[in-house]
């Protein structure tokens, strides 16, 4: 079983930042399939371009653009490439580091595929510093690691609570296409009154149901930001906003930056 040493991927490197307990690094890639193999350090992946699979002992992800994955350390997983190219951005995170500095214990095991927004909002502003790489980025880049990692340790708690059954299918219904989503349908969908629905989705999504909804279009956007093809209109109209000013004010609320601005600090790339 081959182990892949800290910073190393399947892949073409395209550009890489060490930084004191976690390194980045963009990657494309070119082969059908990988080998069988696991990391020494969990680390999360976003898929910038391109479809994969993600293959483990419990299963198979489907990895369209814009899908944020998991995978702990002991996790034995293989990669297929469904797409001609695809490209790809890694989180890797040093596990002394993360058992120093984290509120908490890093408790889900395996490969998980991510899918609650916050966590979104917080791999946009990553992914931002890691191109602007100035002088102030290693302090900002340090307070969002850790951002990050306690607002998993959050979620991975609350996922070990006792909770419907429900709440997990709701989220797989709003993840696949939050644009058709409406209180009626997915009452129907789920068998549950909506008075009780919509009192029942604070407790454990920890936002209203519309903002949850909102939040997931706006995920929907990040990779088709990175990538300069769509324009701004074609973006906001494919993510399910009536139009660009309501897609750009949305944006600006969560982030504190338009989707232009943030295109921008992208250099294009």
């Avoid at 391109?50 to 483990?56: A, M, S, V, W």
């Avoid at 998980?112 to 191109?131: A, M, V």
């Avoid at 936002?207 to 930001?225: E, Q």
Wanted: proline content about 4%.
């Amino acid at each position: 079983m081959k182990i892949l040493k800290k910073g190393s991927y399947y892949g073409t490197k395209r550009s890489e930042l060490q930084n004191d307990g976690f390194v980045l690094s963009e990657y494309g890639y070119h082969a059908p399939e990988t080998d069988w193999h696991y990391h020494e350090n969990p680390y999360f992946m976003f898929v910038l371009e391109g479809n994969l699979k993600d293959i483990n002992r419990k299963g198979t992800n489907l990895c369209p653009p814009g899908s944020f994955i998991f995978h702990n350390w002991q996790d034995i997983h293989k990669n297929t490439k469904e797409t001609q190219y695809a490209k790809g951005f890694h989180i890797e995170l040093d596990s002394a580091w993360f058992n120093e500095k984290s509120h908490g214990p890093l408790l889900w095991e395996g490969s998980t595929l991510l899918t609650d927004p916050r966590l979104y909002q917080i791999f946009l502003n990553i992914y931002s510093e890691f191109h602007i790489n100035d002088d102030h980025s290693g302090v900002s880049l340090d307070c969002l690691m850790l951002q990050l990692c306690n607002e998993l340790c959050d979620i991975s708690e609350v996922k070990l609570q006792r909770r419907p059954q429900w709440v997990g299918k709701l989220q797989e219904i709003i993840y696949d296409d939050p644009m058709q989503v409406t209180l009626k349908s997915l009452s129907d969908i789920l068998g549950i009154h909506p008075v009780h629905l919509s009192r029942s989705v604070p407790k454990y999504l920890d936002t209203t149901l519309g903002d949850y909804i909102r939040r997931s279009k706006l995920r929907r956007s990040f990779h088709l930001l990175i990538d300069s093809k769509h324009s701004l209109t074609e973006i906001a109209y494919l993510c399910g906003f009536a139009d660009q000013s309501h897609f750009t004010r949305s944006f600006k609320q969560y982030f504190n930056k338009t989707p232009k601005s943030f295109r921008r600090q992208l250099g294009g790339c």
